[in-house]
């Protein structure tokens, strides 16, 4: 029953969000800020894992294909589907939703806390407007961070798998293009947009609605992160039958 | 003009407010009074409009809250400034930063007109030298003047305050309550002051509102709190030695 009605307030919530707007002018700054600290912000870390999941990918596929009639360039294959289809797309976001959903729920549960959220009310502001609606918008950058990523992971990938000597770099490039499906990309990207607006949503209703001081908002920091991977984990599923079967 | 008519407030099964009525006047600081508990907090919310009343009315300036649209609501909020007790600075903006928020949400006013308001209440509280600090920077007693400023910059008709002296060595409460007082009288603005600071009681109490348990105890003014006697009153008010020699000392004197 406590779910229910957890599930109903978010849509609740989802509803307020888009009621009266905060000036442009002011909402402008707000959703520079927030891709600066959301999604530019994650590139660094997004990088660093993509290119060595990539490389790994890369190397236990090699490993595990060794039978002499299997072409090599099945790796450059599997690589390439193993990085658009799921790694870039799902694992980086479960990965978003712990750095970029915590933060969200920190700072939003701090301000509650602190009664902040008490005083945008007060004043007349749509607090949910000015606080989550341009972390929505922010996080429709977040393509870009994971286009970004499939990049870097097919990158270290290839590096792993041409200098770890397990297949010649002609053999990779053939099997990244082997069967290109253009629409696995397009797929890809819904997902990555679906799963965007769970980030910045689903932390944030943690953060908003969380009651106590600072220990609780370390205690929501923590549910908001539980919640949000279970819900990309179920969506990816939803949309992988919907899209691809 | 603030006039509470009959108000009732539960969460849950938990009664909170009982059917409170009082009235709190312009140019006047009304001082709200009781153990914790009373229900002091949720009656300052239900006059902000963060908690709505199950039974009952409040009225500013004979505009009854219950009956104004959403955008009505809106238009009131804007006329009403809050010093919360914790400040609630916005901790990401700078002192002039936070002053000028409420500027940049409700007006069209120019960056420089804007700031040469700021200025103004800035000066106002004594904190023009604080201009490009964060909240983290200033001292507890500076972060309560930057939310007086922020509360009355764009010239509210009600004041609303919660606990403002908590965390506040006694001169600076001082200074804290003078201030409010002044700015009550040089705005003739209704405020209403939550407190459980005695001193406050004493220095600007010019209507103080006595709870218990949700409903209204006593009020009076802070020379008729010395005459009173209502037990919960006095048992509360004189709780400290210094106010019983206090009050004993002003008896003594009046015979």
Not at chain 1, 75 to 95: D, K, W, Y
Not at chain 2, 85 to 106: I, K, R, Y
Request: with cysteine.
């Amino acid at each position: 029953m406590n779910y229910l009605t957890q599930i109903g307030s978010y849509f609740i919530m989802l509803r307020e969000i888009f009621k009266k707007p905060t000036k442009w002018r002011i909402m402008k700054t707000l959703v520079l800020k927030e891709i600066d600290e959301l999604v530019y912000g994650s590139l660094g870390i997004i990088i660093f894992i993509s290119f060595f999941i990539g490389a790994v990918v890369t190397i236990q596929t090699a490993l595990n294909l060794n039978n002499p009639i299997i072409p090599k360039n099945l790796i450059g294959f599997a690589t390439r589907q193993s990085v658009i289809l799921e790694f870039a797309p799902t694992f980086v976001s479960i990965i978003m939703a712990g750095k970029v959903g915590s933060y969200i729920t920190s700072s939003i549960g701090t301000m509650r806390v602190t009664e902040q959220i008490d005083a945008l009310e007060v004043m007349g502001v749509n607090s949910l407007n000015y606080l989550v609606f341009p972390k929505i918008i922010a996080m429709l950058f977040y393509p870009f961070a994971i286009a970004i990523s499939m990049y870097v992971g097919i990158f270290g990938g290839w590096l792993a798998g041409v200098f770890g000597g397990f297949l010649t770099s002609a053999d990779f490039v053939t099997g990244l293009t082997l069967e290109f499906i253009p629409f696995h990309i397009v797929y890809a990207f819904i997902k990555t947009l679906l799963f965007a607006f769970i980030i910045a949503t689903i932390p944030s209703f943690h953060g908003y609605y969380m009651k106590g001081g600072a220990l609780e908002v370390g205690k929501a920091s923590t549910t908001s992160f539980v919640w949000t991977s279970v819900v990309i984990i179920i969506l990816n599923y939803i949309l992988t039958q919907l899209l691809l079967g | 003009m603030i006039e509470v008519r009959d108000i009732h407030k539960s969460f849950g099964d938990t009664h909170i407010l009982k059917g409170l009525s009082t009235v709190f006047e312009n140019g006047k600081t009304n001082l709200i009074i009781g153990q914790s508990g009373s229900g002091k907090t949720v009656f300052l919310k239900c006059l902000l409009g963060l908690f709505t009343p199950e039974e009952g009315d409040i009225c500013y300036d004979n505009k009854s809250y219950s009956k104004l649209t959403t955008d009505e609501k809106r238009d009131l909020r804007q006329e009403m400034g809050m010093v919360f007790q914790g400040s609630a600075l916005f901790d990401s903006m700078t002192v002039a930063g936070n002053v000028q928020f409420p500027l940049e949400m409700f007006t069209k006013q120019a960056k420089s007109e804007m700031a040469d308001r700021v200025d103004t209440v800035l000066k106002r509280v004594n904190l023009i030298d604080a201009h490009h600090k964060f909240p983290s920077e200033i001292s507890g007693g500076m972060q309560k003047r930057v939310a007086i400023a922020r509360a009355i910059v764009m010239n509210p008709k009600y004041l609303f305050c919660d606990e403002p002296n908590s965390g506040l060595d006694p001169k600076t409460a001082i200074l804290i309550d003078d201030l409010i007082k002044e700015i009550t009288e040089e705005y003739d603005i209704t405020t209403v002051i939550n407190t459980h600071d005695m001193n406050s009681v004493m220095q600007i109490g010019e209507k103080i509102l006595f709870l218990k348990n949700g409903l209204k105890e006593w009020e009076g003014s802070k020379h008729e709190i010395f005459k009173t006697d209502n037990e919960a009153v006095t048992d509360f008010v004189y709780s400290s030695e210094l106010f019983k020699k206090v009050r004993q000392m002003y008896i003594e004197e009046r015979n």
